[in-house]
């Protein structure tokens, strides 16, 4: 079935470093990508995504490009600031189910210290 | 309200006990999902909404596990005579059609059973 792997964390950076957190998948067809963060003590929230190969989802200084060929998602972003200590997820979305279910990742946890 | 609540925010229970957690989606949100989050551990999916039928049971993980809509709005996740592993944060979304694959979460409900 389908799946989301992660690189495990959790991961520590100083501010302003720059951050790649890894994600691949595997799924039949075309899902759309999705990557979402949890702040602390707060449910988790959509910061972006992309629905076809190619596409760039971007949001606060976050990226994630759409590699069909290697199955990848991965999350960038140039200089992470404290308020970045998050666990970031990725996830999926197939349609082959009768509904847009969506599978997440472990989650990777991120600290980001002054 | 303007986002997802769940109550309580917190709840600790004997084992053997019943407990009840409660989700209010989005005004007007006709699909609502249930999700487990264990320490450590990614979104666990438990079961899909949508309006007020559950065509998808199939993250539930035992018959201790039921859930309920009523008027297509508030749900009910009610866990009987709770185990030690059923200790997780339950997090609940919901989501409308008109947004495509987003998923809006709640802040989620604490179970702890001693």
């Known amino acids: 079935g389908d799946s989301v792997t992660q690189m495990e964390g959790p991961v520590t950076l100083s501010e302003e470093a720059f951050l790649t957190i890894n994600c691949t998948y595997t799924?039949?067809?075309?899902?759309?990508l999705f990557w979402y963060v949890q702040y602390p003590g707060e449910g988790l929230q959509l910061l972006l995504k992309?629905?076809?190969?190619?596409d760039k989802g971007s949001n606060k200084g976050f990226e994630a490009t759409y590699r069909k060929e290697t199955t990848s998602f991965h999350l960038e972003k140039g200089s992470v600031q404290v308020s970045d200590s998050a666990v970031y997820f990725c996830?999926?979305?197939?349609?082959?189910?009768?509904?847009?279910?969506?599978?997440f990742g472990p989650g990777t946890s991120l600290s980001v210290i002054p | 309200g303007a986002g997802v609540s769940q109550s309580p925010s917190n709840k600790v229970t004997e084992k053997g006990k019943d407990v009840e957690l409660r989700c209010d989606p989005i005004?007007?949100?006709?699909?609502l999902y249930w999700y487990r989050q264990s320490l450590g551990q990614g979104l666990e999916f438990l079961i899909y909404?949508?309006?007020?039928?559950?065509?998808?049971k199939s993250g539930l993980p035992s018959d201790r596990f039921s859930a309920e809509r009523t008027g297509g709005s508030v749900s009910t996740l009610t866990i009987q005579r709770t185990q030690q592993e059923d200790s997780a944060v339950y997090l609940c979304?919901?989501?409308?059609?008109?947004?495509?694959?987003?998923?809006?979460f709640g802040p989620g409900t604490r179970l702890t059973v001693l």
């Open positions: 996830a999926l979305s197939d349609m082959k189910t009768s509904y847009d279910k969506v599978i």
């Open positions: 799924a039949t067809g075309y899902p759309s």
């Open positions: 005004s007007g949100h006709t699909a």
């Open positions: 909404f949508q309006g007020n039928s559950a065509p998808d």
């Open positions: 992309a629905t076809k190969a190619d």
């Open positions: 979304a919901s989501s409308s059609p008109r947004v495509y694959n987003e998923q809006f």
